[in-house]
């Protein structure tokens, strides 16, 4: 029997656009504030190898280019006293909560990134994004997924353990700010029947929890 959710998830995934980028960076220093450099999101949008998605609350717009914060506000109220240089117009553009990033590479799909903004965690944001790279990498025949995690990052093993990713061996002082270990993670074969039941499944618990939403992949 088909099962019927009346409820509607206010957060929907769709792959990353250009115009995210400068959020989807805000994103990625709230999830990862000890991380620097930050990944080079404008550039990945041209990795034939790489696939972003992001997840945005639906309905809810903030202007772009977004307001600068901090030293870059004050270089810009700089800037804009040359007369030569006009103001930008701003356009409304969904506001990105979280954002999943991957890399294709012979028959394995790479987690690189997995991260939700602070105020948004805990609201089943992180498992959509993870389900959908799921499915885009099941979509792209990749055989299996594996990804890196702090040993210390418990609540990101506990999500990667509901979706069947087993630990696969340590990476010895693998984060350069702390020289922490990473555990590798890893799926079972994507293709096999038991696995995308199971993956079919928590989707539709996921759906009887947080509600209906929509995901659009690259
Ligand atoms: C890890 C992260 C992506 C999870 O996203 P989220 O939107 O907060 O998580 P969700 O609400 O979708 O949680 C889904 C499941 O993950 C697990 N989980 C997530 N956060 C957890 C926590 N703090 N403690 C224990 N379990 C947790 C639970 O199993 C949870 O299922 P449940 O709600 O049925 O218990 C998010 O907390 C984050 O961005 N953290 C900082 C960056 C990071 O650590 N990224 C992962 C790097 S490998």
Known sequence: MKHVVS???PFAVRPM???DVPQVGQVDREAFPTMWPPPPFKRELDNELA????AFERGVTVPYPPRP???SRWLARLRRRSPSEAPLEAEAVDFIVGYAGLWFAW??????GLGVRTAYQRR???ELLLAASLDLATRKNSRYMVLETRVSNLGAQALYEKYGFN???VRRSYYTDNGEDALVMITEALSLPGYQERLQGLKQAHE???GTTEIVLP
């Open 7 to 9: 409820k509607v998830m």
């Open 17 to 19: 656009a250009l115009l």
């Open 51 to 54: 696939g972003y998605l992001v």
């Open 69 to 71: 914060e901090g030293m």
């Open 107 to 112: 028959d394995e799909a790479h987690l690189t």
């Open 124 to 126: 089943g944001i992180g």
């Open 167 to 169: 630990r696969n061996g």
């Open 208 to 210: 009887e929890k947080w």
